[in-house]
Antibody, heavy 124, light 111 residues
Framework: QVQLQESGSGLLKTSQTLSLTCTVSGGYVNSDSYSWSWSWIRQPPGKGLEWIGHIDRGDNDYSNPSLESRATILADRSKNQFSLKLYSVTAADTAVYFC??????????????WGQGILVTVSS | QSVLTQPPSVSGAPGQRVIISCSGS?????????VHWYQQLPGKAPRVVIY???NRPSGVPDRFSGSKSGTSATLAITGLQAEDEADYYCQSYDSSLSVVIFGGGTKLTVL
C-alpha cells in the first residue's frame, strides 16, 4: 500500500522560498514512482482545497496559473521523492500542503492516496 | 469564489439520505471532465469516496454514490451515520482555465 509523507520547512518569512519534499513508500515503490503523476494541493486554514500543480510521467510540470509562475515541481524518481518550491511567499501562502498521487490522466484524474499534510506558516 | 459551486452546508438525521450538489459550467463538467468527490474529516487529509463521476473505491461503503448530468454532479449518502460528518469536496478540470478545480466544500452535519 503506497504511502506519502511530506517534509520541509514549516515556518517562513515573507519573500523566502517554500521548499517541501514528498517521499513515496510502500507498495511497488519503483514502479509507482515512475508510472504515476504526482501532485501538490494546499488548504489555507479554515478554507477549501487549491490545486498547486503536478509533475507527469515524462517529468513535465504544470502549475496553477493563479500562482503566477512561482511554483516549480521536480521529481527524483530514483529516490521515490518529488518536491515543491514556491518562490517569494507571502502570508497568503500560509496553508497545509498535501502531496498526492494522481490516478488517471494528469489533469482529469483523481488524487489517491494523499499525504497527511504539513502546515507552512509565512510571517513577516 | 470557486468555479465549482457547492452548498456551504447540509444536514440530516441518522438513517436519512442527503445529497450534495456540485454545479459547474460548459468549460468543466459540461465539457465532459470527470467529477471526483472527497471526504475530509477534521484535521485529516481528504480521501476519495467517488471517482470518475460514479465509481466507488474499495473500502468506501456502498451508501455513497455519485452521478453527473449536464453541468452538474451530485454525491448522495444514504443511511446517514455519525461517522459521515465531515467536509466534502468535488473536483474536476476546467479546460478554459487549464486548471484542476475544487468546489468550495460542503460541511455535512449529522443531527
Amino acid at each position: 500500500q503506497v504511502q506519502l509523507q511530506e517534509s520541509g520547512s514549516g515556518l517562513l518569512k515573507t519573500s523566502q522560498t517554500l521548499s517541501l519534499t514528498c517521499t513515496v513508500s510502500g507498495g511497488y515503490v519503483n514502479s509507482d514512482s515512475y508510472s504515476w503523476s504526482w501532485s501538490w494541493i494546499r488548504q489555507p486554514p479554515g478554507k477549501g482545497l487549491e490545486w498547486i500543480g503536478h509533475i507527469d510521467r515524462g517529468d513535465n510540470d504544470y502549475s496553477n496559473p493563479s500562482l503566477e509562475s512561482r511554483a516549480t515541481i521536480l521529481a527524483d524518481r530514483s529516490k521515490n521523492q518529488f518536491s515543491l518550491k514556491l518562490y517569494s511567499v507571502t502570508a497568503a501562502d500560509t496553508a497545509v500542503y498535501f502531496c498526492a498521487r494522481v490516478s488517471g490522466g494528469p489533469f482529469y484524474g483523481h488524487f489517491d492516496p494523499w499525504g497527511q499534510g504539513i502546515l507552512v506558516t509565512v510571517s513577516s | 469564489q470557486s468555479v465549482l459551486t457547492q452548498p456551504p452546508s447540509v444536514s440530516g438525521a441518522p438513517g436519512q439520505r442527503v445529497i450534495i450538489s456540485c454545479s459547474g459550467s460548459s468549460s468543466n463538467i459540461g465539457a465532459g471532465s470527470d467529477v471526483h468527490w472527497y471526504q475530509q474529516l477534521p484535521g485529516k487529509a481528504p480521501r476519495v469516496v467517488i471517482y470518475d463521476n460514479d465509481n466507488r473505491p474499495s473500502g468506501v461503503p456502498d451508501r455513497f454514490s455519485g452521478s453527473k448530468s449536464g453541468t452538474s454532479a451530485t454525491l448522495a449518502i444514504t443511511g446517514l451515520q455519525a461517522e459521515d460528518e465531515a467536509d466534502y469536496y468535488c473536483q474536476s478540470y476546467d479546460s478554459s482555465l487549464s486548471v484542476v478545480i475544487f468546489g468550495g466544500g460542503t460541511k455535512l452535519t449529522v443531527l
